[in-house]
Nanobody, 114 residues
């Protein structure tokens, strides 16, 4: 499974950005998909996940501001980020759970200025 992420960029505090991640390869092995992020000097953390059936989970820090969704027909997972804060600045990675090792995208930078 290969994951190709796009989106991200720079925005001022309070702004919005959207991320997309397209899966290719052995997509039938994919279960839940998720977005993680890693800020400088910090560990990678789970931001949000969405199961095959659509059930979602969110980190407390992004609840009410971020929305994860997936389009199985397009093999794509999305992350809509609203009301962004400087603390959301990080490299964002898409992730796919599968039989065997997780698949990871290449990471995309999100920078929020105050």
């Amino acid at each position: 499974v290969q994951l190709q992420a796009s989106g991200g960029g720079s925005v001022q505090s309070g702004g919005s950005l959207g991320l997309s991640c397209v899966a290719s390869g052995n997509i039938f092995s994919i279960g839940a998909m998720a977005w993680y992020r890693q800020a400088p000097g910090k560990q990678r953390e789970l931001v949000a996940s969405v199961a095959n059936g659509g059930r979602t989970t969110y980190a407390d820090s992004v609840k009410g501001r971020f929305t994860i969704s997936r389009d199985n027909a397009k093999n794509t997972v999305y992350l809509q980020m609203n009301s962004l804060e400087p603390e959301d600045t990080a490299v964002y990675y898409c992730n796919a759970k599968r039989i065997g090792p997780d698949a990871w995208g290449q990471g995309t930078q999100v920078t929020v200025s105050s």
